[in-house]
């Protein structure tokens, strides 16, 4: 097992459980996430400032359903630029900041540059007010778009297995 020690801060057992609580319901008191990792109320408190002081936390979210709101597709796109070059990229990357249907974007590796995850209310907004306007960014040259049929998995909780307790 791989120790855990980002930028000389440990994690210990303590920090390890807590985390995994807290992707299962960030919602939950103090007091609760302290019964199930047997710390005290405080001593929860302390750890979760810590943790997000030192970068291991980013935020706490509501994770809304996509469905209930009335965004019942869900697409994949491979974004492939006409040249690779940083103003290409930097644009590319300032512009899809600015579209809300896209929810993740991923400079990779591979046959495309980006790959993008977009959320719309059907088939003819995804069309005109999200992949007409990438095809209109500078740079593109290709987009490629998979329709999501059924999600089989998804989830925001990263492993925790191959981290190891300091100390």
């Known amino acids: 097992m791989k120790k855990a020690n980002h930028d000389g801060f440990p994690l210990d057992r303590y920090d390890i459980s807590l985390l995994a609580a807290l992707q299962l319901n960030t919602h939950a008191t103090h007091q609760e996430l302290g019964d199930s990792i047997h710390l005290s109320a405080s001593q929860v408190s302390r750890r979760i400032q810590r943790l997000e002081a030192a970068g291991f936390i980013r935020a706490h979210v509501a994770l809304l359903d996509p469905a209930r709101l009335g965004l019942g597709v869900r697409a994949i796109s491979y974004v492939t630029l006409a040249r690779h070059g940083d103003e290409e990229g930097t644009s590319f990357e300032r512009d899809i900041l600015s579209i809300p249907e896209v929810v993740e974007c991923f400079a990779v ?8 995850k977009i959320f719309a209310a059907d088939l003819s907004a995804l069309s005109e007010s999200v992949l007409k306007r990438l095809t209109r960014m500078k740079g593109v040259a290709s987009i490629r778009s998979n329709i999501v049929l059924q999600c089989v998995k998804s989830t925001t909780q990263l492993p925790l297995s191959h981290v190891s307790a300091a100390g």
């Open 109 to 116: 590796t591979g046959e495309s540059d980006y790959i993008l």
